[in-house]
């Protein structure tokens, strides 16, 4: 036993020596999507700003991207903020869309009064769109009859 602690401690010593000279060699250093190092600042001008208004969907079935920001909504297990407007019972009233029934549906498919737990995390699917560089190469091309 006591040498098997021996061994371990020995291995463990020799990856934090290992470690330690990668990181003092500037060996394996992280950088971000955009090149710069990840604690470099970036100027105020330079941050992307969020496009408003709504946007035409790309493919079938694709999850309207939200036209507004939601950076402060609050969603967690017990408030859904996008509620307070996108619900059924809420939507008129606000002007704002109505949730797709499918979003009223449990994974058996029996119809609920209220938003299935499987959909309640809204922006797990939906995403503000921002203009934004791209980060990596895209050659997606929207489908000719959704334009």
């Not at 250093?29 to 090149?35: C, E, P």
């Not at 939200?66 to 939507?91: F, G, K, M, V």
Request: glycine share 8%.
């Amino acid at each position: 036993m006591n040498k098997q602690v021996l061994a371990g401690v020995s291995a463990l010593v020799v990856t934090l020596s290992l470690a330690g000279w990668a990181v003092a060699q500037g060996v394996g250093s992280v950088t971000s999507l955009r090149g710069a190092d990840v604690d470099e600042p970036q100027l105020l001008d330079q941050v992307p700003r969020q496009i408003e208004g709504r946007m035409v969907r790309n493919y079938r079935q694709q999850p309207p991207l939200i036209p507004h920001t939601a950076s402060q909504y609050q969603i967690d297990l017990r408030t859904n903020q996008c509620l307070s407007c996108h619900d059924w019972t809420n939507a008129g009233e606000r002007g704002a869309p109505t949730l797709s029934m499918t979003h009223y549906l449990d994974r058996d498919g029996n119809e609920l009064d209220q938003v299935a737990g499987t959909r309640w995390f809204c922006n797990q699917c939906h995403v503000p769109q921002a203009n934004t560089p791209e980060l990596v190469g895209n050659d997606f091309q929207p489908s000719a009859n959704l334009r």
